[in-house]
């Protein structure tokens, strides 16, 4: 049986500047007024920035920092789903807003501040005050709320300008897995979005890096790159166990551990890489033969999204919506192992369950990628072709 392949989103970086910051889960509004017909405008939450107003970041806390940042973005993006519905379909009285959407999001964010300033605080610096920052209040209706995914790494001396140099990337080697057995399915594709989350972190370290460059010769090699090989060392070691558990051939994937860089401004190559392998995410789309009494299983067959140079601006929001793609066709293949394993429903079940609703989840993820060049002022790209997968 030939080896499954992965498609990847390569991601072009267009513009000046460092590349932002690259977390999953980093946050994206909803379409402002003229993205929906039929309904009011939405407002959005209007929250101070906070990366802006940081010190500096010792480097053993800049992991956990970007972290909370990205919290606190994919907080703001979840709010103004809300307010988007509530424009859509408006409930409750006139306090609705404030009782159900910015008192519980003040509440969440000084729970991530309070995190932030106890991370300056294990790192031996001195604890900032960020509880002003907190509140938040509301935009007019088509104005996007400021991210601070979209404001560049750096801190308050640099002051999120566009004169830092560009960030370099990890450069992972994709795992050449064999065809995974239908048990082993969804262990092996959460150590893949593992091994993606990974190198997420690691470019993360490397932007903030990049604004703000710390240690001698050897900081990313001895404070970057070798953790992330025993991270993935780890992730592979599971990925090897969870075929011996079922009776399958050991895969060796020692030499799969160590990345290396790719350079300033450039995409990631290989597995996921920062959320840009999209295609049939997971490298092999686990599950594609089976063994035992298990049915073999299928995995979703999706294309890759043609996107052009991403502005700098717009970087962090692309990734985070290409590494919910990756995200989405694992949790896909997930069920297909599972029905592999343990069929229900009739001959429609896959497209009706599986396939139709991942359709819906990848026209969102799209549409949102469109709506990130479009708010930085450039061209918006029409990615609905991208939407539908089929199944190996």
Do not use: H, W, Y
């Not at 909370?68 to 988007?84: G, S, V, Y």
């Not at 709320?145 to 300008?161: E, I």
């Not at 994709?174 to 993606?196: C, F, G, K, R, S």
């Not at 799209?366 to 450039?378: K, S, T």
């Amino acid at each position: 049986m030939a080896r499954p392949m992965r498609k990847n989103a390569v991601l072009k970086l267009g513009g000046v500047g460092a590349l932002a910051v690259l977390l999953l889960g980093g946050g994206l509004q909803l379409a402002s007024a003229g993205e929906n017909t039929g309904s009011t405008a939405a407002q959005t939450v209007n929250c101070p920035t906070v990366r802006d107003k940081l010190p500096a970041i010792p480097a053993s806390a800049a992991a956990g920092v970007e972290r909370e940042l990205a919290n606190l973005d994919e907080e703001i993006a979840r709010q103004n789903e809300r307010l988007a519905k509530q424009a859509a379909n408006p409930q409750g009285g006139a306090n609705f807003i404030n009782n159900a959407i910015l008192g519980p999001l003040k509440d969440k964010r000084v729970a991530v501040l309070d995190r932030i300033a106890i991370n300056f605080n294990r790192a031996g610096a001195q604890r900032p005050n960020l509880d002003a920052l907190a509140t938040c209040g509301l935009n007019a209706p088509g104005v996007a709320s400021a991210l601070n995914s979209s404001v560049k790494a750096g801190n308050a001396a640099t002051g999120g300008n566009n004169t830092t140099a560009a960030a370099q990337t990890v450069n992972c080697p994709t795992p050449q897995i064999p065809a995974v057995p239908a048990q082993a399915a969804a262990n092996v594709q959460a150590e893949l979005a593992n091994l993606d989350k990974q190198i997420n972190e690691a470019n993360a370290r490397l932007a903030q890096q990049a604004a703000n460059p710390q240690g001698g010769a050897n900081f990313i090699n001895n404070a970057i790159l070798g953790p992330l090989k025993d991270k993935r060392q780890a992730a592979l070691d599971r990925i090897e166990i969870a075929f011996n558990r079922v009776g399958a051939q050991r895969p060796d994937l020692d030499a799969f551990a160590a990345c290396g860089l790719n350079g300033a401004g450039a995409g990631n190559a290989g597995n996921g890489n920062a959320g840009a392998g999209n295609g049939n995410a997971g490298n092999g789309n686990a599950g594609n033969a089976g063994n035992g009494n298990a049915g073999a299983a299928r995995t979703v067959n999706c294309p890759t999204p043609q996107i052009p140079a991403v502005p700098a601006q717009a970087a962090a929001n692309v990734q985070a919506e290409l590494a919910n793609l990756d995200k989405q066709i694992n949790e896909a293949n997930a069920r297909l192992a599972q029905q592999a394993a343990n069929p229900q429903g009739g001959a429609n079940f896959i497209n009706n369950a599986i396939l139709g609703p991942l359709k819906d989840k990848r026209q969102a993820a799209l549409d949102r990628i469109e709506i990130a060049f479009n708010r930085v002022g450039a061209q918006r790209p029409d990615l609905d072709a991208f939407a539908a997968c089929g199944l190996n």
